[in-house]
């Protein structure tokens, strides 16, 4: 069965306050873009690639893709529009029931075995499946003032992060029920609950940071720095042992 990845990267990051897209500002020496191609390629190799770009992309590298087979897709006006005309794009070569992935471009962090243990996850699932976090922080729910309301619960929360995997003529229908009856999605897990379906939380790791705000650009540079001493040291072991 074959996994089709679908990467929206169309967005314009605004609130980075920089002189270009966030997703092609540099990471440890390549666009953030990149570093998270290389990793969803690490992961997947064999994998089909859907990258949408905005039409008017001026900065997008084609030598920055690693996999063999891609498509550029030109992405709408939001995500829900972007993701849905790259599973358009699918409905000559997908079967229905295969595994439509999704993931941010701003994520580059995600750690390898939380991608495979995502996919493993699928072998008995029938509806989807999505990386995730528990809530750790007392979470407080403001009024119209800025001020506290209440604080909720945070038992059973989870903080939703990508990727996001689904069947394909599922995920289809869902943005598509979405969009004619106006139902807001904010990520494709939304458009599947809108349907009355509840897709399975895979505990990811914390450090999947989307970058966002300023700051978080030279927060993933020690995320990655980390996570690659980390990997070094692992392999030291090994071959002591």
């Not at 069965?1 to 314009?12: E, H, K, Q």
């Not at 976090?133 to 979470?139: E, S």
């Not at 939703?160 to 598509?176: E, G, I, N, W, Y």
Request: hydrophobic residues 45%.
């Amino acid at each position: 069965m074959t996994l089709w990845l679908i990467v929206p990267a169309a967005g314009r990051g605004q609130r980075m306050q920089a002189d270009r897209p966030k997703q092609y500002l540099t990471l440890q020496g390549k666009s953030v873009l990149a570093r998270t191609l290389e990793r969803l390629h690490q992961a997947f190799p064999d994998a089909v690639l859907r990258l949408c770009l905005d039409p008017d992309d001026e900065y997008f590298d084609a030598e920055e893709v690693p996999f063999d087979r891609w498509l550029r897709v030109a992405g709408g006006d939001e995500r829900a529009d972007t993701v849905g005309r790259a599973l358009t794009t699918l409905a000559e070569e997908a079967a229905d029931d295969d595994w439509v992935m999704v993931h941010d471009a701003a994520r580059p962090c995600v750690r390898i075995e939380d991608l495979r243990a995502l996919q493993g996850a699928l072998d008995d699932e029938a509806i989807g499946a999505l990386l995730a976090t528990p809530a750790a922080d007392t979470m407080k729910r403001a009024d119209a003032g800025g001020r506290i309301s209440h604080t909720e619960p945070r038992d059973g929360l989870w903080h939703a992060l990508t990727p996001q995997v689904f069947r394909f003529d599922l995920l289809r229908q869902a943005l598509d029920a979405a969009r004619a009856t106006g139902v807001k999605v904010t990520d494709e897990a939304s458009a599947i609950e809108a349907m009355g379906l509840a897709p399975r939380l895979v505990a990811g790791s914390r450090d999947n940071l989307k970058i966002t705000h300023p700051e978080d650009l030279a927060m993933a540079a020690r995320i990655l720095a980390l996570q690659a001493e980390t990997a070094v040291d692992a392999l030291d072991q090994g071959v002591g042992a």
